[in-house]
């Protein structure tokens, strides 16, 4: 309760000290009691109840006023009721990391939907995503665990980070239904594709499995003509065709090495099966990257259909899971990975999700010719690395083949997004 109580002695029949108007009128108006103390007519004693008003809630007025009209500075009594001291609010205070924090959130933000080469951009940075992760693979090869388990392990974190990415954007968690036989079949041909590659590299000479892959730029852009009914220009094709030249400009002195299918076709009746197997492999191979680039059309009318390019991730990673575990019941057997190769599967999983959710991003924004060709910067990006900090000797083959695909790259991001009406 804000209700005071205080005792007032006025004196009133003496000339020293002036009746004082002001408190008269207050105490007039908030006494509650009054009550004559003394009968000496020397003086009397005042009773005030001063009432709880809602202009004292945050500050209260001095109950005695100052005695005399004329003292300048007024004279506080013990019945006076001092104000609160109230410390000022904080001011908010920026941290230190918060202009930087900014300042990547602006080039995140550029880079996903703020320039007119963001379809680009957003298909650069996943081939750079991509080839960090092969960094790591080169460094800290992931060997106690087989390759079903990794993708299972890959495709667990990728439904993870969907559902929470969708969750955190305020997205519905299921499949919107104007677009869900799009990414149903875009999931089922990605991971067909996939399950035909492992089979190319596990059967095949790494550089074989490399050259198969790279191709599926090519297979995707004759198929966006087929499918998306696309445009491919003049300058796209050889954009594509120099891009692949140097890639095989730079495998050419591995295609040509010992343990190549130079050597494995020069077989007599004894390894006859090995030639067949090898064969088997080789179909299986470009069988997968005709799907591939059936996949990447998919991705694009799926991103562009449902308005999110994260449910191309979602749906593959739905249908991935429980595949890829039927396959590990199948072909192989469950091994616990130790502590160090679980974390950088997890690693791995994280950087994967962003690298696809980058690519489908791009692939909703641009066409495919252009989006596919950029991803030869992965390849070039290795070659650096590999003659940078793996001690690779530069060629000539190796050079003019990083030189084609950087003008080709170049050439591509140079003339930028065709206009809609062309």
Same mark, same amino acid.
């Given at each position: 309760?804000?209700?005071?109580?205080?005792?007032?002695?006025?004196?009133?029949?003496?000339?020293?000290?002036?009746?004082?108007?002001?408190?008269?009128?207050?105490?007039?108006?908030?006494?509650?009691?009054?009550?004559?103390?003394?009968?000496?007519?020397?003086?009397?004693?005042?009773?005030?109840?001063?009432?709880?008003?809602?202009?004292?809630?945050?500050?209260?007025? /001095?109950?005695?006023?100052?005695?005399?009209?004329?003292?300048?500075? /007024?004279?506080?009594?013990?019945?006076?009721?001092?104000?609160?001291? @109230?410390?000022?609010?904080?001011?908010?205070?920026?941290?230190?990391?918060?202009?930087?924090?900014?300042?990547?959130? !602006?080039?995140?933000?550029?880079?996903?939907?703020?320039?007119?080469?963001?379809?680009?951009?957003?298909?650069?940075?996943?081939?750079?995503?991509?080839?960090?992760?092969?960094?790591? &693979?080169?460094?800290? /090869?992931?060997?106690?665990?087989?390759?079903?388990?990794?993708?299972?392990?890959?495709?667990?974190?990728?439904?993870?980070?969907?559902?929470?990415?969708?969750?955190?954007?305020? !997205?519905?968690?299921?499949?919107?239904?104007?677009?869900?036989?799009?990414?149903?079949? @875009?999931?089922?041909?990605?991971?067909?594709?996939?399950?035909?590659?492992?089979?190319?590299?596990?059967?095949?000479?790494?550089?074989?499995?490399?050259?198969?892959?790279?191709?599926?730029?090519?297979?995707?852009?004759?198929?966006?003509?087929?499918?998306?009914?696309?445009? &491919?220009?003049?300058?796209?094709?050889?954009?594509?065709?120099?891009?692949?030249?140097?890639?095989?400009?730079?495998? !050419?002195?591995?295609?040509?090495?010992?343990?190549? &299918?130079?050597?494995?076709?020069?077989?007599?009746?004894?390894?006859?099966?090995?030639?067949?197997?090898?064969?088997?492999?080789?179909?299986?191979?470009?069988?997968?990257?005709?799907?591939?680039?059936?996949?990447?059309?998919?991705?694009?009318?799926?991103?562009?259909?449902?308005? !999110?390019?994260?449910?191309?991730?979602?749906?593959?990673?739905?249908?991935?899971?429980?595949?890829?575990?039927?396959?590990?019941?199948?072909?192989?057997?469950?091994?616990?990975?130790?502590?160090?190769?679980?974390?950088?599967?997890?690693?791995?999983?994280?950087?994967?999700?962003?690298?696809?959710?980058?690519?489908?991003?791009?692939?909703?924004?641009? @066409?495919?010719?252009?989006?596919?060709?950029?991803?030869?910067?992965?390849?070039?990006?290795?070659?650096?690395?590999?003659?940078?900090?793996?001690?690779?000797?530069?060629?000539?083959?190796?050079?003019?083949?990083?030189?084609?695909?950087?003008?080709?790259?170049?050439?591509?991001?140079?003339?930028?997004?065709?206009?809609?009406?062309?």
């Amino acid at each position: 309760s804000l209700a005071r109580f205080a005792a007032i002695f006025v004196p009133t029949k003496t000339n020293e000290d002036a009746p004082n108007p002001a408190l008269e009128e207050s105490a007039d108006g908030y006494r509650g009691e009054m009550a004559a103390a003394s009968g000496d007519g020397e003086g009397e004693i005042h009773v005030v109840e001063v009432a709880e008003s809602s202009s004292f809630a945050d500050e209260i007025s /001095p109950l005695l006023a100052v005695d005399g009209a004329d003292n300048k500075h /007024p004279r506080m009594t013990i019945f006076s009721v001092s104000y609160p001291r @109230r410390k000022p609010p904080k001011e908010p205070t920026c941290g230190v990391t918060d202009p930087e924090i900014a300042f990547l959130n !602006q080039i995140v933000s550029w880079i996903w939907s703020g320039s007119r080469h963001s379809g680009l951009l957003c298909v650069a940075s996943s081939s750079i995503i991509y080839y960090v992760m092969d960094v790591l &693979l080169g460094i800290f /090869p992931v060997r106690s665990a087989p390759i079903y388990q990794t993708v299972f392990t890959r495709c667990t974190i990728l439904l993870i980070m969907s559902l929470m990415w969708l969750k955190r954007t305020g !997205q519905p968690l299921l499949l919107p239904k104007h677009a869900r036989n799009v990414l149903v079949l @875009r999931s089922l041909t990605g991971f067909v594709s996939l399950l035909s590659f492992i089979y190319s590299v596990q059967n095949l000479p790494v550089s074989y499995a490399v050259l198969l892959n790279f191709a599926t730029p090519i297979m995707a852009s004759i198929g966006a003509m087929i499918i998306l009914q696309e445009k &491919l220009p003049l300058s796209l094709v050889g954009g594509l065709t120099c891009s692949f030249i140097g890639l095989l400009l730079i495998l !050419q002195p591995i295609l040509l090495s010992k343990g190549s &299918l130079t050597e494995t076709f020069q077989m007599d009746n004894a390894v006859t099966d090995r030639g067949k197997a090898v064969i088997l492999s080789v179909f299986v191979g470009i069988f997968s990257t005709i799907l591939g680039g059936v996949s990447y059309c998919l991705v694009r009318a799926g991103a562009m259909a449902a308005d !999110q390019p994260v449910y191309t991730v979602f749906s593959f990673a739905i249908l991935a899971c429980p595949l890829s575990a039927i396959c590990i019941l199948i072909f192989q057997e469950f091994v616990l990975p130790n502590l160090f190769t679980f974390l950088l599967m997890m690693v791995l999983g994280v950087l994967a999700f962003y690298a696809e959710i980058l690519l489908a991003r791009g692939l909703q924004l641009e @066409r495919i010719a252009k989006v596919t060709n950029i991803q030869y910067i992965k390849v070039l990006l290795w070659q650096l690395w590999s003659m940078t900090f793996l001690g690779a000797a530069p060629s000539s083959n190796k050079l003019i083949g990083c030189l084609l695909i950087l003008a080709s790259v170049c050439s591509t991001a140079y003339f930028g997004p065709e206009k809609e009406n062309e």
